[in-house]
């Protein structure tokens, strides 16, 4: 009896070290007589107790032995904070929610009101949660000694406290600088551009922007960017306004965001201004909604990258995968219907 169950024990070696994964046929008990040097009936018994344990499954006759899939699942939680307001936030999650799932975790989407997202934060301190991912707005009610391992989405880190934080963000500056760029290059001469100042990532696109113009001698640039907050359709409408007094012969508008371009672009119908055209405007996103109204040249920022990295990420960390050194990755982004420039 104990030569089968020292069989049966080397069995679960050889299945723990991955040769086998879950569904692939196990060596047969030809195979086993032969490498261990044991009659046919110790296998077949060895076998047996592995079969018994649910570690193995025998097939039909012939068909042979087959491994098990005994992972447990799901391994852990991952909290993901977001109230799914917009599609490329959905597409973020998307990602995420995918790779979670690709790795034995499951994500639950939390979505508190601002109000209560200090109770949330407090809760999940003390849940079992593996591990938390959330647009960078998160910074401004996440303790720095905050327990959890927490992957900010989106967002640039560059204050001192946040050196230790872990980031994933595509390239915001690097692909406002090479549209600018590309702008320039087609021959636009009156150049403005209109974006957000209450979010990082949209300070270094509008960052981008001017350091483009700069680098390519448009010596006024600081003051051909016009800054918003909201984004609302009155607020574009003024800062319409506010461009044609200052530049009257502007030719083109670069916009840190599909959502302001499209609103430009509406706001100049309606002035009977063929815009694009008379005016030629970019976005940054390449969300479908505004395609499907007008094709601008824009950024495809591969949200549903940012999602699976961020994922990665966080359970490299929590397993030990990593040095142990701050992840702050830009995912590569993508100039789209530059033509249209």
Known sequence: MSKINDL??????LLSSGLYPPGARFISEYEIENRYGISRITANKAVSIL?????LERGKRGSGTFVKNIAKFPKGWIAAIE???????????AGAAQEAYAQGYIMAVLRPQTAGMADVLNNLKNSDCTGIIGFASLLEMMPPDY???VIYLDGVLNTPESRNRHSVTCANYAAAYEMMSRIIAAGKKQIVCVGANYAGNRRERVAGFEAAMRDHNITDAANRCIFIHSGSVHEIKLAFSKIKKLFPDVDFIA??????????IK???????????????SGFGN?????NYCTIPTVDQHPWHIGVQAVKSLLDIVENRTSGETVQLEIPTEIINSEFI
Do not use: H, M, W
């Open 8 to 13: 049966a024990a080397e069995l679960r070696k």
């Open 255 to 264: 916009t840190d965001s599909d959502d302001v371009a499209c609103r430009i």
């Open 287 to 291: 969300l479908p909604e505004v395609a």
């Open 267 to 281: 706001t100049a119908r309606a002035e009977n201004i063929e815009c694009p055209g008379q005016i030629g405007v």
């Open 147 to 149: 327990p959890k391992t």
């Open 51 to 55: 079969a018994s344990e649910g570690l």
């Open 83 to 93: 109230n799914l307001s917009t599609v490329y936030n959905t597409r973020v999650y």
